[in-house]
């Protein structure tokens, strides 16, 4: 019990360093992340935007150059409108016009140009048209990526504390199988006690009053459906009050388990035991059909009737030549049997009409002065007769 006990013990202790462990784990990794993604992409934000701002304005500048050195004042134009509009950076063309005046090209088209479209840094010399209208080309990169940047760190938080919330619920709800599973144990443990104790009696071992009617409505069913015979047998102890009230009641207790340890120890495991009440007894005896067997059916319920004599003869000899040795004492017990059977099947059988007719035997041999067994042969099979005694 012990041994089993520590292994218990240690197991659990195990589960739970390993989902400690689990846990501290996860959430390191999930720190790391968080600290990586804040050191690289939030705190020096700014500066590696700026590092692609400058990146990406290199090259769109030379794309520029590389598709409209051959180019138009209106195919620039037209080529700044299609592809100058995104919501990340916007291209402006720079040129002088033929009276001297300065003008930009935007997605909008030619106009005239504003101080404003200067607070760039990024204006790169151009020259269209084969070469015979210079100009500069200016990159506005909207700088929305850091803004873009901390939303996304945002979503990635989000996401992050939710897998450890989930993990968290996970490392709960494992703990809570394996508290189900050893407290389950427990509890099946003490129900199957507390049915063991419900259905046995607590001095002799046998089964309870209760516990054997249930047991015997099943096996009066099963002989109704497989028409096999059932023999019932009370048994009880003669003079147990004179003896209980000479000796005491621990004498009787002893008696009681003596008498209890004889009737089983001239049974078979298939037989039903049980302690009916007080100083009575009860044995029920299903046939059981040997698979070697080829005797018919009236030579089978024969040697079944032989047996239960034979077995009752055998129980109340036992008894009567066993001395219960109480301190100083030795006492002499005896018990009444009444046996009855059912033969064959009908509807209407039940376990309590088989009692009664048990019982009725019972009182006949305490009738006709006790230690002594009395058998209800009743029934209408004529495979009966011959098997009373005379």
């Known amino acids: 019990m012990k041994k089993n006990i520590f292994s218990r013990i240690r197991s659990f202790t195990i589960l739970t360093v390993y989902i400690i462990a689990c846990v501290i784990g996860f959430n390191f990794l999930i720190l790391q992340q968080e600290r990586i993604l804040r050191k690289y992409f939030i705190v020096n934000s700014q500066e590696r935007i700026n590092k692609y701002n400058a990146s990406l304005s290199d090259s769109l500048s030379k794309y520029f150059i590389s598709e409209n ?6 195919q620039v134009a037209d080529y ?24 930009q090209v935007t997605k ?9 479209v200067f607070a760039t840094e990024k204006i790169y ?12 080309l200016l990159i506005l990169i909207k700088e929305s990526g850091a803004a873009e940047l901390e939303e996304g760190f945002n979503k990635y938080k989000v996401i992050s504390y939710s897998l450890r919330f989930l993990f968290m619920l996970f490392t709960v709800a494992l703990l809570i199988i394996a508290f189900y599973h050893t407290y389950s144990a427990k509890i099946r443990l003490a129900r199957d006690i507390a049915e063991i104790r419900a ?19 099943i096996e009066v069913e099963k002989f109704k459906i497989y028409n096999t015979p059932i023999a019932l047998l009370m048994l ?42 007080g100083e009575e007894f009860a044995v029920a005896i299903p046939y059981v059909i040997r698979p070697d067997e080829e005797r018919d059916k009236t030579e089978r319920l024969k040697a079944f009737v032989r047996e239960i004599r034979l077995v009752t003869e055998r129980i109340r000899k036992s008894i009567e030549l066993n001395k219960v040795a109480f301190l100083s004492n030795t006492l ?27 019982d009725n035997a019972l009182y006949k041999a305490k ?18 007769q011959g098997l009373q005694p005379t």
Do not use: W
Request: charged share 25%.
């Open 69 to 74: 050195k051959n180019s138009k004042l209106e």
């Open 199 to 217: 259905s046995n009696d607590g001095l002799t071992g046998l089964h309870t009053h209760d516990y054997f009617m249930k047991i015997m409505e």
């Open 108 to 116: 909008t088209g030619i106009a005239t140009v504003t101080k404003e």
């Open 367 to 384: 009738r006709l002065g006790r230690n002594r067994v009395c058998i209800d042969y009743e029934s209408g099979m004529t495979a009966m």
């Open 125 to 136: 010399p151009v020259t269209i048209d084969n070469g015979n209208m210079p100009g500069y």
């Open 236 to 277: 009880d102890i003669d003079h147990f009050k004179t003896l209980n009230d000479r000796f005491g009641h621990l004498a009787g207790d002893k008696v009681l388990q003596e008498v209890a340890s004889i009737i089983k120890a001239n049974t078979r495991a298939t037989d039903i035991l049980a302690r009916y009440g």
């Open 332 to 358: 002499d017990v005896t018990i009444s049997i009444g046996a009855a059977f059912y033969y064959e099947r009908f509807d209407n059988a039940t376990s309590h009409q088989l009692v009664r007719k048990a």
């Open 80 to 103: 700044i409108k299609r592809y100058g509009k995104t919501s990340l950076f916007e291209m402006i063309f720079i040129f002088r016009d033929e009276g001297g005046k300065i003008k």
